[in-house]
């Protein structure tokens, strides 16, 4: 969620590929993006990857972790601990990330951001 509306993001799971979804999706979602429009594997533009995942594992590796159990722990405290501005401004970059995705025709864009 970003402001007074909400983003959604397909990411290529069969539910979200299902004919009745795209259809409803098209019908009801004046600014849906088609599937066959979005690159096929596209982490510079999911704000989870561009932005969050890395925020995090800074955090997380900021002490030596013993076993993949201390790990979940603290990914799980390093989300909790996630101020919500953080999402919001990785939410709000997408929109300028996907107008250079656009420009350079699905190409290498991060030098334009």
């Not at 397909?10 to 979200?16: E, H, I, N, R």
């Not at 995090?56 to 909790?80: G, S």
């Not at 101020?83 to 970059?93: H, K, N, Y």
Request: glycine share 4%; aromatic share 8%; net charge negative.
């Amino acid at each position: 969620m970003s402001g007074d509306f909400f983003v959604f993001q397909q990411d290529s799971a069969l539910a979200d590929r299902a004919r009745d979804t795209l259809q409803l999706l098209q019908r009801d979602t004046p600014e849906f993006i088609a599937p066959d429009l979005w690159p096929l594997n596209s982490p510079d533009l999911n704000p989870v990857d561009y932005k969050i995942l890395g925020m995090m594992r800074q955090m997380v590796y900021q002490k030596r972790i013993r076993d993949i159990t201390e790990l979940k722990e603290c990914e799980i405290d390093v989300w909790r601990g996630l101020q919500q501005s953080v999402v919001d401004e990785a939410i709000d970059e997408c929109r300028t990330r996907l107008r250079a995705c656009v420009r350079v025709k699905g190409g290498h864009f991060e030098h334009l951001i």
